[in-house]
C-alpha cells in the first residue's frame, strides 16, 4: 500500500512528467491559456495514461512476453494509446462540444504526446506489478494535469500583467515552465521514484 | 513471425471493434451541409485561414458564415464551384441588414451621473450604464462604428446610424454591443418597419426616463390584424414572416403614441 502511495505522489510530483521528464510539453505550451481547456485536456489525458498503462500492462505481460515479441511493444502501445485517444474525442465530441472545440487540434494529438508514450516504456523499464502500473498511470496523469493548470493559472494572471513586447506570447510561457520546473525539481530527491 | 502477425492483426481487430461500437453510441450529427462544403476545401489543413482544420473552416462557412474566400489554397475553379453551392443552398434567400433598437438620441438620453471612464460601451455599460437612467438603450460610444469592416456605420447624434446600401449583414456590430440593441433583419423590402426601442421597463419608467421608448401601450398590437407586432415583455416587436403590409404599418406607425415604430 506504502509502495503505491509513494508510486502515485512520485509520478504526480517529485518526477512530474512535464515539469522534471520534460515530456508533452507541446499541449504544455498549447493549452495552457485558459483554466477550463487545461483541466479538460488534463481529464482527458489522466484518462488515457491510467487506461493506456493498464491495458498496455496486460498485453506487454500476457501476449508481448510470453510469445517473445517485445520487439513489437512500441506499435502495440501506440496502437493502444492512439484508440484511446479516439475513444476519448468521440466521447468529449459528444458530451461537451465547447470543450471539444476549445481543445481543437490537440485533443487528436494526445496520440503523438510522448508522455503518454513515456509512461508505457517506464512501466516496463521498472518492472511494475499491475496494480503499481494502473497507479502509476494515475498519477502520472494527475501531474500533467497539474503542470497544465498551475500554467493555465499563471498565463490567465499574465494577461494584465506588463511583459516586454518581444517576450510576449510564447516567450513568456517558456521562461514560466523553466522556472516551473526548477521549483518542481526541488522536491526531487524526496521520493525516488 | 507467424504468432507476430496474428497477435498484432487480433489486437488491431479488437481495438477496432471496440472504437466501432462506441462510434455508434457517441455518433453525432452534424449538418449534411458540413460535409458538403468540406468536399470542395482542399483538404490540405494549413491553417492559413485561421481555423484548426477544413473541416473546422467548413464548419465556420455553414453555421457562421465565413467567407469561403479566406481559404488561400483552392484554385479558382473549385472555389467558384464552392460559392456557386453556397449561393444557392446556403444563407438565407434575402439578404441581411442590421438594425439599431434604439431610438434616444443625444438630448433623450436622462443621466444619472457623469461617467469619466473608458470612452467604449463594453467599459461603460459595466459601470452603470455610463451613467445613463435607461438600462437597455444606447450608450453612443460607437463601439460598433469601430468592428464595422464595411464603413456603414456612423453616430449622428449619439446614435448609430447604419447605411442600408453599405451594410452586408455580417453581424459583426451584433456581437459587439453590449447591450444587445443592434439585431440582424431579413431585408425583404426596400424599407423595414421596426420597433425603435429595447427596453423591457414598464410603461412608467419609460416615460420617466425616456420619451422616444416603446411604452407597450399594445395598440399596435391591437390594430395589426395579421398579426405584424407582438407585445412581450413591456416591448412591442415587429415581425415579417407575413406577407407584404406595408400600408398596414404605416397606418399603425402613425397611430403609435410615443413613435417608436420606424423605417429604416
Known amino acids: 500500500m506504502e509502495e503505491l502511495i509513494l508510486i502515485l505522489i512520485a509520478a504526480s510530483i517529485t518526477n512530474n512528467f512535464v515539469l522534471t521528464y520534460f515530456l508533452g510539453i507541446c499541449p504544455f505550451i498549447g493549452v495552457s491559456n485558459k483554466i477550463d481547456s487545461a483541466i479538460g485536456l488534463g481529464m482527458a489525458t489522466t484518462f488515457v495514461m491510467t487506461m493506456a498503462a493498464t491495458v498496455t500492462w496486460l498485453i506487454y505481460y500476457y501476449i508481448l512476453v510470453p510469445y517473445n515479441l517485445v520487439f513489437l ?40 504526446n510522448c508522455a503518454i508514450l513515456g509512461l508505457t516504456l517506464f512501466m516496463v523499464l521498472r518492472n511494475y506489478t499491475f496494480l503499481e502500473s494502473v ?22 494572471e499574465l494577461a494584465f500583467a506588463d511583459i516586454p513586447e518581444a517576450l510576449q506570447g510564447t516567450g513568456i510561457t517558456l521562461i514560466i515552465a523553466g522556472m516551473l520546473a526548477l521549483a518542481f525539481m526541488g522536491f526531487g530527491g524526496i521520493i525516488s521514484g | 513471425m507467424l504468432v ?17 461500437f462506441a462510434d455508434k453510441k457517441l455518433r453525432v450529427v452534424e449538418n449534411p451541409k458540413i460535409a458538403e462544403v468540406n468536399r470542395f476545401l482542399p483538404h490540405v489543413n494549413c491553417g492559413a485561414c485561421g481555423y484548426v482544420n477544413c473541416h473546422d473552416f467548413a464548419e465556420h462557412i ?12 483552392l484554385g479558382e475553379e473549385a472555389r467558384e464551384e464552392l460559392l456557386k453551392f453556397l449561393g444557392e443552398e446556403g444563407g438565407s434567400a434575402y439578404p441581411q441588414v442590421a438594425i439599431v433598437h ?3 438620441e443625444d438630448e ?5 451621473a457623469d461617467y469619466n471612464g473608458i470612452r467604449n460601451c463594453r467599459a461603460a455599460n459595466l459601470v452603470f450604464g455610463g451613467g445613463m437612467q435607461c438600462e437597455y438603450g444606447c450608450m453612443g460610444f460607437g463601439d ?5 469592416p464595411f464603413d456603414a456605420i456612423h453616430m449622428e447624434k449619439g446614435l448609430p446610424r447604419i447605411d442600408p446600401e453599405k451594410c452586408t449583414g455580417c453581424g459583426k456590430c451584433v456581437q459587439a454591443c453590449p447591450r444587445g440593441i443592434i439585431k440582424l433583419a431579413e431585408k425583404r423590402y426596400e424599407k423595414l418597419f421596426y420597433v425603435a426601442c429595447s427596453s423591457h421597463d ?12 416603446c411604452i407597450a401601450c399594445g395598440i399596435c398590437e391591437k390594430l395589426s390584424k395579421s398579426e405584424i407586432f407582438k407585445v412581450t415583455d413591456n416591448l412591442a416587436e415587429a415581425h415579417y414572416v407575413k406577407e407584404e403590409k406595408q400600408d398596414e404599418v404605416k397606418t399603425i406607425s402613425a397611430k403609435c403614441p410615443t413613435k417608436v415604430i420606424k423605417e429604416t
Open chain 2, 144 to 148: 460598433c462604428t469601430e468592428v464595422c
Open chain 2, 202 to 213: 414598464g410603461a412608467l419608467r419609460v416615460r420617466q426616463i425616456c420619451p422616444v421608448g
Open chain 2, 4 to 20: 507476430a502477425i496474428i497477435s498484432m492483426t487480433s489486437l488491431a481487430v479488437m481495438f477496432a471493434a471496440v472504437l466501432a
Open chain 1, 73 to 112: 511493444q512500441y506499435v502495440t502501445f501506440i496502437l493502444v494509446i492512439a484508440s484511446f485517444v479516439q475513444f476519448v474525442e468521440m466521447f468529449i465530441r459528444k458530451v461537451s462540444p465547447a470543450l471539444y472545440k476549445a481543445l481543437g487540434i490537440f485533443l487528436p494529438l494526445i496520440t503523438t
Open chain 1, 135 to 156: 497507479v502509476f498511470g494515475l498519477g502520472a496523469g494527475v501531474g500533467f494535469t497539474l503542470a497544465l493548470v498551475i500554467m493555465a493559472g499563471i498565463r490567465e
Open chain 2, 102 to 104: 434604439c431610438a434616444a
Open chain 2, 62 to 73: 455553414v453555421n457562421d458564415g465565413e467567407d469561403p474566400k479566406k481559404c488561400r489554397v
Open chain 2, 108 to 112: 433623450h438620453k436622462r443621466p444619472v
